[in-house]
């Protein structure tokens, strides 16, 4: 892919953690997905670098609004704000709580998402969280298509089924965003602590 990847700066990075609530993250819930459970204590350590050296941190929480717009028929489901599964994991951190909550699989979509990073000064993002094929790439796509640099973490996303999260990968990587391993990150972010 030559010339197309671009250098991660975590001076200008923001990092995105794309709907780890538990619909998706709890056992037990029909919407589970196993793989989740590996990525929480990775986007956790990303969370913590980016606090460490004072870069953004933003949450989206998936919420259906209408239960007979497109994405609520398609899955035949909605994802109810009066649900307790609607919110997110317990064991992710949150703090300085930045949470945006979306309708759609774009995070951009009708939200304030541009204008805060605009604001915070991020020309970079790393995507992290579920569903690999579906929110989170979707959202790189149209960071991508907004003048952002985009990075996203292919051990820091999970998805139902290892075919979708690779082919999500691999199409994102032709032309939307550099693929990166969290521990990368993390060692990236190490030098710039204040």
Not at 109 to 127: C, D, H, N, W, Y
Not at 131 to 140: R, S
Not at 164 to 188: E, W
């Amino acid at each position: 892919m030559g010339g197309r990847e671009f250098k991660f700066d975590p001076k200008k990075a923001a990092l995105l953690v794309i709907d780890v609530q538990e619909y998706f993250t709890r056992p037990g819930s029909h919407a589970y997905i196993p793989s989740s459970k590996k990525i929480i204590s990775r986007i956790n350590g990303l969370i913590e670098a980016f606090h460490e050296i004072g870069r953004p941190v933003i949450f989206t929480r998936h919420i259906d609004v209408d239960p007979k717009n497109v994405m609520s028929r398609w899955w035949k489901d909605s994802i109810r704000s009066s649900d307790p599964l609607s919110r997110l994991n317990g064991d992710i951190l949150i703090r300085k709580r930045k949470i945006i909550v979306k309708h759609a699989y774009d995070a951009f979509f009708k939200t304030p998402l541009e204008r805060m990073l605009k604001r915070s000064g991020a020309t970079q993002v790393l995507i992290t969280g579920v569903v690999t094929h579906l929110c989170c790439e979707t959202t790189a796509r149209s960071a991508f298509c907004r003048d952002f640099e985009v990075f996203f973490a292919v051990d820091g996303t999970a998805a139902y089924d290892k075919r979708h999260h690779k082919a999500a990968v691999y199409n994102l990587s032709h032309g939307f965003a550099v693929p990166v391993r969290c521990s990368k990150i993390r060692r990236a972010c190490s030098p710039c602590k204040k």
